[in-house]
């Protein structure tokens, strides 16, 4: 796994500690997990010179949870070494090592051809990552997402609290599933469960879905 320490990416991480179905869980990062678990392996590495998976024999399953925004990242370019450049790397050297099923975090509004470059980049991801050849690729595409940001030392986002507030109590009945809230929980049981149960071939997630398919 990839991207385990951001809202989404710890939710795919406790799921996976969970799963009985994994033996082992391995976190690649740019600094070693704080999370302690038996089956959990955490390792050190630079995703702008990841070729192979460092101390990583095998790999049956792979999930990616990589993500910034441009504020944060600074640039443009800084934010496509983190969602294309970074994602693509680590997708490349897990497949090099076995992984044969891929499970990654998109966002509503992927398009490759899009004129929103948040957008574009996303579209251009996902289509790296289908050219990969996984047997199974799952893209997740969730709407806005719910969850405490500033327990993880992430910058606050004041318009999303009250996008929020708004998705999810006042006009929750008006909005199409699609574009309504999701919580971090529910796109990662979604997206495990997904990732666990499909054939080969390419699945996209909308929130909607991974509403129904998530564990209450």
Known sequence: MAGATGLVGQAVLAALLTDK???A??????????????KLFS??????????????RHVDDVFIALGTTIKVAGSQAAF???????????????KAAGAIKLGVISAMGANA?????????KGEMENALAALGYQTLVMARPSML????????QAPRPLEKLG???????????????????SATQ???????????????????????MQRLAVP
């Open 21 to 23: 179905r994994y033996a």
């Open 25 to 38: 869980v391995h976190c690649v990062g740019r600094r070693p997990l704080t999370v302690k678990n038996k």
């Open 113 to 121: 051809g899009s004129a929103v470059f948040y957008n574009r980049v």
């Open 146 to 153: 719910a969850g405490d940001r500033e327990a993880l030392a």
């Open 80 to 94: 496509r070494a983190v969602d294309f450049d970074a994602v693509v790397a680590v997708a490349r050297a897990a």
């Open 43 to 56: 390792h050190v590495v630079d995703f702008a010179t990841l070729t192979k998976l460092p101390g990583i």
């Open 164 to 182: 929020l507030f708004a998705m999810m109590s006042l006009f929750k009945p008006l909005i199409p599933a699609n574009y309504q809230a999701i």
């Open 187 to 209: 796109v990662a049981h979604a997206l495990l469960s997904t990732v666990q149960g499909s054939r080969q071939g390419t699945r996209v997630l909308l929130s909607g879905e």
